[in-house]
């Protein structure tokens, strides 16, 4: 991806809600008034009763969309932007709705004056500038707040979540796994048919995991324990990508694969696809050491698998955790147990932060990571060292007019 050089928010970030567009005046259900100004349609009306559904009769024409992405003439004056999610337990993944607060500032826009600008209307982050032109957050508004001056400076407080929000409080009419897949389903196929429901799809650069979940049927549910499951079954990580809000659902990084060109955030500033380091945090936690698991079929709970550290145990005593998973055999327990069991628990590195605008006002790649991709981590000072690579987790953007900075919280699986 490239990078941007000399940012500069007012320019270059674009913030931009999915409204009516007041060019046309075609007539849109919910907001155009019946006997007002709007119409259906100039040529190609389309009639009720007359037209076909699917056919070439159009309720605007080829020349007019109805709803334009548009900035309200404002710039904006801060952002903070987050996408990702936790590890439960320090065994599995556990995604939260990608988040955005955004502060606009305008001289002409009030937002009472027009009825369309509303919680619900969709909200994109928008990075622009010479050849990028590249959506990096996209989500709903939740709720709007305007403040004003005398001098006339409107500033408005916008905050977002994206539709993992909605997907997790929605309720789908049927979820079927039964029918094309007799027996079980993969986690990705079970967040396929989910996704099909929802109303959209998986997106090109997931990946099967792995993984197997009896097939099921249910008729009016509430999709989130669904999703929550796949994800830990599979043992991956999922978010909604912030162009398309499609699924994403990828593999954890192999353990010591690291591919070339991954980027390196630390203190060594000769270091090769070096990021520059402003703030590190380190934090080993005993409530997440375990060296005893069990783990138990949802279906028969006589049915477990134990996996254990005897020397750990010997040395530390017993700390134990269990877990109940649906999945469809003691085969496909020991897999998982043997999975999580083999991670690490140590979590040496909680976060870093990156100067995302960089010293010289440019862009770094920072900008565009994302939860999934494994990044270095190289420290040195005085007696500490840390040289080694993690899973980022959660990406969170901090931007105002003088600074972008990118947090990134890690998880070290190897």
């Not at 000769?270 to 990021?275: D, F, M, S, T, V």
């Not at 590195?349 to 440019?362: A, C, I, P």
């Not at 840390?386 to 190897?414: A, G, M």
């Amino acid at each position: 991806m490239p990078t941007i050089s000399d940012f500069n928010i007012a320019t270059d970030l674009k913030v931009e809600f999915f409204l009516p567009d007041e060019a046309s005046n075609l007539f849109i259900i919910g907001i155009s008034k019946i006997g007002g100004d709007d119409v259906l349609a100039g040529e190609g009306l389309f009639t009720i009763g007359v037209s076909l559904i699917g056919g070439d009769d159009l309720l605007g024409d080829n020349e007019f969309v109805a709803f334009t992405w548009q900035d309200l003439s404002c710039t904006t004056a801060q952002a903070q932007l987050g996408i990702g999610g936790q590890i439960i337990d320090q065994l599995y993944f556990q995604p939260e709705p990608a988040s955005a607060t955004l502060t606009l500032q305008t001289w002409d826009y009030d937002p009472s004056y027009n009825s369309s600008f509303r919680p619900g209307v969709p909200v994109r982050v928008r990075l622009v500038k010479d050849a990028v032109d590249q959506v990096i957050w996209t989500g709903v508004v939740d709720t709007i707040t305007g403040a004003y001056s005398p001098e006339g400076t409107n500033l408005l407080r916008v905050t977002a979540f994206d539709n993992f929000k909605r997907l997790v409080n929605t309720r789908i009419p049927l979820f079927d796994s039964d029918t094309d897949f007799p027996g079980y389903v993969t986690p990705y196929e079970q967040l396929e048919l989910i996704a099909e429901q929802f109303g959209t799809s998986m997106h090109s650069s997931s990946s099967d995991p792995g993984g197997e979940i009896p097939s099921q049927i249910f008729q009016d549910v509430i999709p989130s324990s669904l999703v929550y499951e796949a994800i830990q079954v599979g043992l991956g990580l999922f978010w909604l990508d912030p162009v398309t809000q499609e699924f994403v659902f990828v593999p954890r990084p192999i353990p010591g694969v690291v591919p070339e060109d991954t980027l390196v955030i630390g203190n060594d500033h000769e270091a090769a696809n070096h990021l520059c380091m402003t703030d590190i945090v380190t934090r080993a936690d005993s409530d997440v050491v375990f060296n005893s698991l069990k783990v138990e079929l949802k279906s028969d709970d006589t049915v477990s698998v134990l996996v254990e550290n005897t020397d750990s145990i010997e040395l530390y005593g017993k700390y134990a955790q269990d877990v109940i998973l649906n999945t469809t055999d003691s085969d496909e327990l020991t897999r998982w147990a043997n999975a999580v069991f083999n991670q690490s628990p140590t979590n040496l590195v909680e976060s870093v932060e990156t100067l995302t605008k960089d010293r010289q006002g440019n862009l770094t790649e920072a900008a565009f990571l994302l939860p999934g991709e494994l990044i270095g981590v190289d420290y040195s000072e005085d007696v500490l060292v840390i040289d080694d690579y993690y899973t980022i987790t959660k990406v969170s953007h901090f931007i105002d007019p003088d600074n972008w900075l990118t947090t990134l919280d890690l998880w070290k699986e190897v």
